[in-house]
């Protein structure tokens, strides 16, 4: 790095590197968005050496109250190698002691961890910063070894180290050219000053002896524990179990995985260790057996004849030269009845604790560890910013989704943070594709929470029989099952109520059911994380036959699996198919209003399994078939199912289904194929033109009077019809009323009626929020994409483009910018910024858009929209040439959608007109744009945008002739 742009250690460059992501290096922020809020230079430095340093040192000298002062401003960005403020560094000289040296860490250590600091963030920018510094190679050497000690976390806690090199840093910026100055050198190379020294200092200062371990470190519970303010909830069980080891001193700390064992043991040895009641303290981590792991942790033993370890162990263990001893061992894997030495840890002469997920050891008391109460869960979640920007809904929805599940709440409110989502997007995605796809970076490396999950619910421990069981719950709906009840859907597995319930028993003890007084079920988490592992109907024949019986019967919990197995195996057989057949037959038009994904699952089934089109079969082709057929099958494909409709003899009930019937509309009016569109809504349309099936019926043939037949106005009328029976019927909060909403929200913007537009919308996301439909999420992300461009219409520009910007940013978190809706998005931003005079950001964005269309699978009406929209902004920034070719190509497809008397096709012509007159060529676009002009006029009249944007193109090409 050249001279001139090294930079220094200085005041100003610390604050710097904790403030900035491009200082010393571009990397994450150390403290999250709104940490530091209103911590400028002087206030962060002013606030913090008041705290650290005595009041022996005068700090008045740095302050005004009427303006900056001179010296402060010098200290700040301090520079030189003179004698600065000689006098005043003369104070320091009692100061530059170990004890003034650890109260300035102790500072800076509560700082970072009340800010919520980046461990690894701070780390990567201090290893930069400290390579980047022109040091002598003695200091340098110091802060390398300092640095060095960041990476073993087990034997002090981490924001203590940090803290110590940020003092040292700290008193070497404050002392600048004066580095060499003969008390720093004193203090940095005396006894006690080391970071080990100085915890130990610490420790003494607040009256704790030193425990000695007579064991290895290579252990989790070595781990330094979390802060007081970071670990939350466990009152009741940390006082049950300092009771348990005052009265007995043997304990076993279980719970299911991820619920905190290792943590709170760690939290339960440091208060043991205040109240000074053992001597020595030996960590063991369980490996296969207890004999493996005392010879991994003890090192002595690894020359004790085999037989004999434990017991060489033990004796190590009850000496009593040196005190009382504790014993700890943690994650113990194996039951007392494979491994009999652990049968036995309850008659050594030593305190013992054991963290397992089993359910206990004989001669033991057992703490079992639940999650966290609800009125935790805020807490938790306010240490990583997240608890004050969710609502009291969003709270209790993820403590039923996590049932307070510790490890779950951290990752959820970590990735919360590092993707700057707020709690309601995390659970949007949740509620749509579950734990699946979601992943942050942390610490330089990227998280996945469903790995994580999978590592954590690691079912090696459980028998076959277990583990089938587990798999076959975990497809089941999440509610309480009695064994006795349970027992007919998993005779694959078991063959009497008393096997299943004593297995259901002992998965509880071991953490991996739930219990309550109506039965066992999975843990949410657990059960997800299980799913991942696809498994196929064929695998528990019994459970089918016996849906094939109960189904549509009456019997709740038969019903109940249908609904869930549909969704999640991978292969149905014929027999489950006609199982879902005779339970849809039994809940008659309600079955596809709770079904529709299991009506997707259905014809999965179909296409994997090749079944033919004959009887029932044929019945659930055409109607489940709509979503996968129409939405990924080629053209020639969909044209052929809309004709294999038709020529049936007769149209099946169940098409009435409203997704059936909006997709059939959209597909069927982009492919053109209006007198197969047209004849099916003839025949589908219901006979009682007050039911609610009319309204769903009117809502869906909107969409294709609007798109297909080009006539919104028709379009806002049935609307208007359908709108009349539903608050007859008194369904205005229902799904059905806010698809009306959007459908006439976007009517009313191609009619030119923003303002009645905006209204719609509004009430349709009013709706979608109190409803929890599983495309939910998807519906509010388009639906406030058409409300932008209502504001945008409404030349509320900066309201829009807020809009948009959030928009865009949420697409990005979901990884959703490969997409049709995300295209769309960045073309209404294009045509926003154009309205906004911004032509080279528009620009930019329209032509992104243009490359995003090259690799998606859209309809050619929305492709002839975005290259209409390019030639109209390369028109307007004079790039007649470059905008010719888009121009032209989204007339000729606009003409040939809609014919050439479309106002669709005028809007177009009167684009292609204007760049024509930019060529030169104004007397053939003269005559185009006074054809536009007057087509558009007469539709829509002169104040529709459309017509607006004609005459402007009118007016310049008026100019140009002149």
């Not at 089941?476 to 319930?501: G, H, M, Q, R, W």
């Not at 329209?846 to 050619?860: H, K």
């Not at 204007?914 to 030169?920: E, F, P």
Request: contains cysteine; hydrophobic residues 40%; glycine residues 6%.
């Amino acid at each position: 790095m050249p001279e001139a742009a090294q930079p220094i250690l200085s005041l100003k460059n610390l604050y710097r590197l904790l403030t900035r992501k491009d200082f010393p290096k571009p990397s994450y922020a150390v403290f999250p968005e709104g940490a530091l809020q209103g911590q400028t230079l002087s206030r962060f430095w002013l606030s913090l050496l008041r705290e650290a340093l005595p009041s022996s040192i005068d700090l008045t000298i740095l302050e005004t109250d009427t303006h900056r002062s001179r010296s402060l401003t010098r200290l700040l960005n301090n520079t030189g190698s003179g004698n600065f403020l000689s006098h005043w560094y003369e104070s320091f000289t009692p100061f530059l002691q170990p004890e003034g040296l650890l109260k300035l860490i102790l500072v800076w250590s509560d700082r970072l961890t009340a800010w919520h600091y980046d461990a690894q963030s701070l780390t990567d920018k201090l290893d930069a910063y400290i390579a980047s510094l022109s040091l002598n190679a003695e200091l340098e050497g110091f802060f390398r070894n300092l640095l060095s000690l960041l990476g073993d976390t087990g034997t002090l806690p981490l924001s203590f180290l940090h803290g110590t090199v940020l003092s040292w840093l700290t008193l070497y910026a404050l002392f600048g050219g004066r580095m060499t100055d003969a008390r720093l050198t004193k203090l940095r190379l005396g006894t006690g000053t080391s970071p080990q020294g100085l915890h130990a200092l610490r420790r003494s200062q607040i009256g704790m002896r030193d425990v000695r371990v007579i064991t290895g470190r290579d252990c989790l519970l070595c781990v330094q524990p979390l802060m007081k303010s970071a670990f939350f909830g466990r009152k009741n069980e940390m006082d049950t179990a300092l009771a348990i080891m005052e009265k007995r001193g043997k304990l076993v700390v279980s719970g299911m995985g991820g619920i905190g064992k290792t943590e709170f043991t760690r939290q339960l040895l440091e208060k043991l260790t205040e109240e000074e009641k053992y001597a020595r303290v030996a960590f063991v981590q369980y490996e296969e057996s207890l004999e493996n792991s005392f010879l991994s942790a003890f090192p002595f033993l690894r020359e004790t004849e085999a037989g004999k370890r434990i017991q060489r162990a033990r004796e190590e263990l009850e000496a009593e030269e040196a005190g009382k001893t504790l014993l700890l061992i943690d994650n113990v894997n194996a039951l007392p009845s494979k491994d009999t030495a652990l049968g036995k840890l309850s008659t050594y002469g030593c305190d013992v604790i054991v963290t397992t997920r089993l359910c206990g050891i004989d001669g033991f008391n057992v703490l079992p560890l639940k999650g966290l109460e609800d009125m935790d869960v805020p807490l938790l979640l306010s240490y990583y910013d997240q608890g004050g920007k969710a609502s009291p809904s969003e709270i209790e929805e993820l403590c039923r989704y996590t049932v307070g599940h510790p490890l779950a709440l951290v990752l959820f409110a970590r990735m919360c943070r590092k993707r700057f989502w707020p709690l309601g997007t995390l659970l949007e995605h949740i509620r749509m594709e579950g734990i699946t796809g979601l992943s942050y970076v942390h610490q330089a490396s990227a998280e996945n929470l469903s790995d994580i999950f999978a590592r954590t619910f690691a079912a090696d421990s459980l028998s076959a029989q277990q583990k089938r069981l587990m798999q076959l719950l975990s497809l089941f709906p999440n509610v309480y099952y009695l064994p006795e009840k349970l027992i007919d859907y998993t005779c694959d597995i078991f063959d009497c109520a008393e096997s299943l319930s004593v297995s259901c028993q002992i998965l509880y003890d071991s953490g991996w059911l739930l219990m309550g007084s109506e039965g066992y079920t999975v843990h949410p988490l657990i059960g997800e994380t299980i799913r991942l592992t696809p498994l196929a109907a064929d695998e528990f024949p019994k459970l089918c036959e016996a849906l094939l019986e109960k189904a549509g019967s009456g019997d709740a919990i038969a019903d109940r699996i249908v609904y869930s197995l549909t969704l999640q195996l991978q292969h149905l057989n014929q027999v489950f198919i006609r199982a879902l057949s005779k339970l849809e037959q039994a809940l008659g038009s309600t079955a596809y209003v709770t079904l529709p994904d299991a009506c997707y699952a259905i014809h999965r089934a179909f296409l994997d399994e090749g079944l033919g089109d004959e009887g029932d079969e044929a019945d659930y082709w055409i109607s489940l078939g709509i979503r996968d057929i129409v939405e990924k099958s080629t053209r020639e494909n969909l044209n052929g199912y809309l004709r294999h409709i038709l020529d049936l003899k007769g149209f099946p009930a169940c098409i009435r289904d409203r997704g059936s019937l909006y997709t059939v509309l959209e597909y069927a009016s982009s492919a053109r194929e209006s007198e197969s569109a047209e004849d099916m809504f003839r025949r589908l349309r219901p006979e009682d033109e007050t039911s609610s099936e009319t309204a769903r019926f009117l809502i869906a043939y909107s969409v294709f009077e609007q798109r297909h037949l080009a006539d919104p106005l028709l379009a806002a009328a049935s609307l208007r019809s359908a709108e009349e029976i539903l608050r007859a019927s008194g369904l205005t909060q229902s799904i059905q009323y806010s698809n009306l909403c959007y459908r006439l929200g976007v009517c009313m913007l191609d009619v030119g009626r923003p303002e009645e537009a905006g209204m719609r919308l509004k009430t349709c996301l009013e709706i979608l929020k109190s409803l929890r439909y599983e495309d939910t999420a998807q519906k509010v992300m388009a639906t406030r994409n058409t409300y932008g461009v209502a504001l945008m219409q409404a030349e509320a520009w900066e309201e829009a483009f807020a809009e948009f910007r959030l928009l865009e940013a949420q697409y990005i978190a979901l990884h959703r910018t490969k997409s049709a809706e995300f295209a769309y998005l960045l073309n209404n931003t294009a045509v926003l910024l154009c309205g906004m005079q911004r032509l080279d950001e528009a620009e930019k964005t329209i032509l992104r858009v243009l490359e995003l269309d090259e690799g998606l699978e859209i309809p050619e009406d929305t492709r002839a929209t975005h290259l209409r929209n390019a030639a109209d902004i390369l028109w307007r920034e004079e790039q007649y040439a470059k905008a010719f070719p888009l121009a032209k190509k989204a007339m000729d497809m606009r003409q040939k959608r809609f014919g050439e008397d479309s106002p669709w096709s005028a809007d177009t012509r009167a684009v292609y007109a204007g760049v024509l007159a930019g060529m030169g060529e104004i007397e053939k676009a003269s005559g185009m744009i006074d054809a536009a002009c007057a087509l558009l006029v007469r539709v829509w009249g002169e104040g529709h945008r459309k017509s607006r944007s004609a005459l402007e193109v009118k007016r310049k090409i008026q100019s140009l002739q002149g």
